[in-house]
């Protein structure tokens, strides 16, 4: 679905089509981030490209926001009391600096809605299992989101729970959270994974707008 990881254009159009045709949606109707794995959120009213953004918020019928990824996690939220939603991108990197946490702010204090009525869906991204990472990130993240390797100054990070436990904090309803049981490395006839294919791989797009 990207056009910066090395397909060709008229490829990466024709897959767009396919999938958005499937959604009764138009490319036209996309609005964009253009992601830098920071936290920061933009709130939209329409299509287009947004430069340097992992989250998006809108409340405007049939504009329809999207990101890419290939391991870190996407989320799409939406309430149900209102017209709003967005679309947020977290690896390691969003995660330590909270952007699901500022996007779930800025929803309740930008357009008044309560986080009772916010329900959410948390991946496909990577799986704890498949995670590894070094020892900077007991500065990072607290220990109950780190698993020891064996023999190792290393460990295993669970984003998924991490993110989780986020929206649990800003006041989500945990039965208005759901977490995909799917991983990106994992599950490779399913899923694009920067991590298994050492870079060179696609990227997959996550939708979510409000039908007009």
Not at 34 to 43: A, E, M
Not at 55 to 69: E, K, M, P, W, Y
Request: proline share 5%; net charge negative; charged share 25%.
């Amino acid at each position: 679905m990207s056009t910066k990881r090395g397909d060709s254009p008229e490829k990466v159009n024709a897959n767009r089509h396919i999938f958005l045709d499937a959604l009764n949606l138009a490319p036209s109707e996309l609005a964009q981030a253009i992601q830098i794995s920071r936290d920061n959120v933009q709130i939209v009213t329409n299509p287009g490209l947004y430069i340097d953004q992992d989250a998006l918020i809108t409340r405007t019928q049939g504009v329809v926001l999207s990101i890419l990824t290939a391991d870190c996690t996407p989320i799409l939220l939406w309430s149900m009391a209102k017209p709003l939603v967005a679309a947020v991108h977290s690896g390691w990197q969003g995660s330590e600096l909270d952007v699901l946490g500022k996007t779930l702010q800025k929803m309740i204090d930008d357009f008044g809605v309560s986080p009772t009525e916010i329900y959410m869906v948390i991946g496909p991204g990577l799986s704890k299992d498949h995670f590894e990472v070094g020892p900077e990130f007991e500065t990072k993240f607290p220990g109950k989101y780190l698993y020891s390797l064996h023999e190792s100054d290393r460990f295993q990070f669970d984003n998924n729970c991490y993110l989780y436990d986020t929206a649990l904090k800003n006041g989500i309803p945990e039965e208005q959270i759901e977490v995909l049981p799917f991983c990106t490395f994992r599950d490779e006839e399913l899923f694009f994974s920067h991590r298994r294919d050492k870079g060179t791989t696609g990227r997959m797009m996550s939708v979510i707008g409000i039908k007009e």
